[in-house]
C-alpha cells in the first residue's frame, strides 16, 4: 500500500500581496486558509507567519502561537509543520561582499528554533543545504545545522530533511 500525503505551503517565505493579492497573510487568513486545505484534502500544513502591519516574515513566537491554536482548535487531525524560520539569509554589500548588506538577517541557531521548542509542531524544517535564494545566499554550516537538530529533537518534533 502506498501512503500519499498532501501537504499545503499556506504562504511562501518571501512572498507578497503585490504578486498575489489572495495570499494568506493575517493570523486569520493563514488560519482560514489551513482550514481549507484539510477540507480539501491537505493533511498536511506548512506555516510561515507574517508581521500584520508590514506583511514581512516574522520570527515572533506569539504569531506563530496564535495560527497554530486556531488550527488545532479547528483540526487536531491536521499535522503543522513550521518552517525553521529567518536567520540564515547573507546579503552581500553592493561595495564590498564581505559587508552585510540590508537584507542580511543572521540569527544564532537557537533562536532560529524558538517558536518550534516553544509550540512543539508535528513536524519543522531543518534544511541542509547552503543556497542563492533570490539576490541572498542562504547559509547552513555543520554546528548551526546540528544544534538545530538536536534542539528540535528534544522536544520531539519530526525534522522535515530538506537538500
Same mark, same amino acid.
Given at each position: %500500500?502506498? =501512503?500519499?500525503? &498532501?501537504?499545503?505551503? =499556506?504562504?511562501?517565505?518571501? #512572498?507578497?500581496? $503585490?504578486?498575489?493579492e489572495n495570499l494568506p @497573510?493575517?493570523?486569520?487568513?493563514l488560519a482560514t486558509q489551513a482550514h481549507d486545505a484539510a477540507k480539501a484534502g491537505a493533511a498536511i500544513v506548512?506555516?510561515?507567519?507574517? *508581521?500584520?502591519?508590514?506583511? %514581512? +516574515? #516574522? %520570527?515572533?513566537?506569539?504569531? !506563530? $502561537?496564535?495560527?497554530? *491554536? /486556531?488550527? /488545532?482548535?479547528?483540526? *487536531? *487531525?491536521? @499535522?503543522? !509543520? =513550521?518552517? /525553521?524560520?529567518?536567520?540564515?539569509r547573507f546579503d552581500p554589500s553592493p561595495d564590498n561582499s564581505v559587508v552585510p548588506g540590508p537584507?542580511?538577517? &543572521? &540569527?544564532? +541557531?537557537?533562536? $532560529?528554533?524558538e517558536h518550534i521548542l516553544a509550540l512543539k509542531p508535528d513536524i519543522a524544517t531543518l534544511d541542509l543545504n547552503t543556497m542563492v535564494f533570490g539576490g541572498e545566499v542562504v547559509c547552513k554550516t555543520l554546528p548551526s545545522i546540528r544544534r538545530m537538530a538536536e534542539l @528540535?529533537?528534544?522536544?520531539?518534533?519530526g525534522p522535515e530533511i530538506e537538500l
Amino acid at each position: %500500500m502506498h =501512503l500519499v500525503f &498532501l501537504t499545503c505551503a =499556506l504562504v511562501g517565505n518571501f #512572498s507578497t500581496r $503585490r504578486q498575489n493579492e489572495n495570499l494568506p @497573510i493575517t493570523l486569520h487568513e493563514l488560519a482560514t486558509q489551513a482550514h481549507d486545505a484539510a477540507k480539501a484534502g491537505a493533511a498536511i500544513v506548512h506555516i510561515h507567519v507574517r *508581521d500584520p502591519a508590514t506583511e %514581512m +516574515p #516574522s %520570527m515572533e513566537v506569539a504569531l !506563530y $502561537r496564535e495560527v497554530v *491554536d /486556531r488550527v /488545532r482548535k479547528e483540526n *487536531d *487531525d491536521l @499535522i503543522n !509543520y =513550521l518552517t /525553521r524560520g529567518n536567520g540564515g539569509r547573507f546579503d552581500p554589500s553592493p561595495d564590498n561582499s564581505v559587508v552585510p548588506g540590508p537584507k542580511t538577517n &543572521l &540569527l544564532p +541557531p537557537d533562536a $532560529r528554533v524558538e517558536h518550534i521548542l516553544a509550540l512543539k509542531p508535528d513536524i519543522a524544517t531543518l534544511d541542509l543545504n547552503t543556497m542563492v535564494f533570490g539576490g541572498e545566499v542562504v547559509c547552513k554550516t555543520l554546528p548551526s545545522i546540528r544544534r538545530m537538530a538536536e534542539l @528540535i529533537q528534544s522536544v520531539g518534533v519530526g525534522p522535515e530533511i530538506e537538500l
